[in-house]
């Protein structure tokens, strides 16, 4: 315990817990698939301004979590596991800049021990494990928002230009990790905050232009120069992928309002009912730090229920919440000299663990999304000089585990057909619309294999195994080369069959 509580130890504890089990998995389908391709993308390009999915403009979400991953394949290579550095080392600063908070405004004596407690209940549960470990934005995010609060809560409380700077940094860079949420999440629960504990007049602490400026000056220019770059762009960005998914149906993963309660209470387990007697006991007996907690759990989960498409992902900005509730109440019980309020907290820990270890099992288990099966068997027949080509079908993992940097062609019936619901053909006919000559290059017509079949020496075609049509006559009666739970892949040869 002396370990955990120390100020860099613990932390350092921490981080190899949450590195340890991160190769495990496959790439996850699709985001994971999706986010570590367009990094990809951009790393091979060298334009590190356009988010690409396959060649074509991307612009579901900003750039930061492309640019991080990008740093990261410089180090440990084009790989899965690089891109999900980003998501590790987000989970461990909101960690860090947590405990900051705690040991700054917590009794001195009482503060290293719920540093450890929060160290201990991040780690021992499924909920910010998994996310630490899962290369998309959502850990981002939730680790930039987490610490705008920390820090301005932080200032609020003992005033600080650094923490006050770092809080509208933290803004600026949640801006460009995931949107506006960025910074309408840590105004909102600070607003709140600072309206329940010190009135009305404190919630003016927020209006600092110095502040603004900063805000303005970091997020502001990527998003100008996408505009210029692609007119249109900030409609479809903030209208389209805020406005429009906040407020309007249509959108996949409709779930009922309690979702996200429910969610917490199943992926914190076997810690939730602590949580639930601790948040009861706020109610009545708070402090500062208790209130704010309260507050940051009760606002974001409010926020993200409100909309009818709810993702797992989403609510993740309240795991330091959770902590910042529950360890102070752990560290007592810890600190008794026996009973079972003393064994409660290591018992929980324990079953945190088993618990964790169990989902990463199963996840790794049930997976039938992966496509690594079908890419080992293109990669061990793979020649110099092969192409490849979708049909009916595009699979974010398949050009990323082949290392294709290059954009590959998707024969499609109808190319640029306007899709209702989300999917990868949604997004991908979306993105050739910012830009129409690339679009055209790359989503083709089935009338357009009869240049690619000759195009190059060899030419692996990627089938979905449940095609209801056939787009490419040519590969009907050949051999299955490859294959996956959802796809096949057949060789076409273009000798003997092109001049």
């Known amino acids: 315990m002396r370990v955990l509580q120390h100020k860099w130890w613990g932390l350092a504890l921490a981080a190899l817990v949450l590195l340890i089990s991160m190769p ?42 492309y640019w991080l991953a990008g740093l990261s394949f410089g180090l ?69 928002i987490s610490i705008a609060i920390c820090a301005l809560a932080s200032h609020a409380l003992r005033p600080s230009t650094g923490l006050r700077t770092l809080g509208f940094v933290a803004m600026a860079l949640g801006v460009l990790a995931k949107g506006l949420i960025g910074v309408v999440l840590p105004i909102l629960v600070l607003s709140l905050w600072l309206f329940w504990s010190q009135g009305w007049r404190a919630v003016f602490q927020l209006v600092w232009l110095r502040g603004w400026a900063i805000f303005l000056a970091i997020s502001l220019p990527w998003f100008v120069a996408m505009e210029l770059r692609y007119p249109g762009f900030m409609h479809y960005f903030f209208v389209v992928h805020h406005f429009k998914r906040f407020a309007a149906e249509g959108f996949n993963n409709v779930m009922p309002a309690w979702f996200y309660p429910g969610v917490l209470l199943i992926m914190t387990l076997p810690w939730s009912p602590a949580i639930l007697w601790t948040m009861a006991q706020r109610l009545t007996r708070t402090t500062p730090l208790g209130q704010l ?38 560290a ?65 993992d398949v050009p990323l585990l082949l290392k294709r940097g290059p954009a590959v062609p998707v024969i499609l019936d109808e190319p640029f057909a306007p899709q209702q ?11 050739a619309k910012f830009d129409g000559i690339k679009g055209r290059q790359i989503l083709l017509a089935p009338q357009a294999w009869q240049t690619l079949r000759c195009a190059a020496p060899r030419t692996w075609i990627v089938v ?32 003997g069959h092109c001049p």
């Open 24 to 65: 495990w998995r496959p790439v996850a389908l699709p985001d994971e698939g999706r986010y570590v391709g367009v990094a990809a993308m951009m790393w091979h390009s060298g334009d590190w301004l356009l988010p690409q999915l396959n060649g074509l403009p991307y612009f579901h979400k900003p750039p930061l979590f």
């Open 76 to 144: 440990t290579g084009e790989t899965a596991v690089g891109a999900r550095l980003v998501s590790w080392f987000a989970a461990l600063s909101a960690i860090f800049v947590l405990c900051q908070l705690i040991r700054r405004h917590m009794d001195k004596a009482e503060a290293p021990a719920v540093c450890a407690w929060v160290l201990i209940f991040m780690v021992a549960q499924p909920f910010w494990h998994l996310g630490s470990q899962f290369a998309n934005l959502d850990m981002l995010v939730a680790s930039c």
């Open 293 to 330: 907690g309260l507050v940051w759990l009760l606002a974001i989960t409010v926020f993200f229920s409100l909309p009818s498409s709810k993702l797992l992902g989403y609510i993740l900005p309240v795991g330091p919440a959770l902590a910042l509730l529950l360890a102070p109440q752990l």
């Open 464 to 495: 979905p195994k449940q095609s209801k049509q056939v787009l490419i006559p040519e590969r009907v009666g050949l051999p299955v080369l490859a294959s996956s739970p959802r796809l096949e892949a057949y060789l076409w040869i273009a000798k």
């Open 332 to 396: 007592r019980w810890h600190a008794q000299s026996s009973g079972w309020q003393r064994r409660l907290p290591t018992g929980l820990a324990l079953g945190g663990v088993v618990l964790t270890v169990g989902m990463l099992i199963g996840i790794v288990w049930v997976d039938t999304k992966s496509n690594a099966r079908l890419v080992d068997g293109i990669q061990a027949q793979w020649q110099p000089g092969d192409a490849l080509v979708f049909e009916d079908q595009f699979t974010f």
């Open 421 to 431: 619901y989300d999917s990868w053909r949604k997004e991908i006919v979306e993105a």
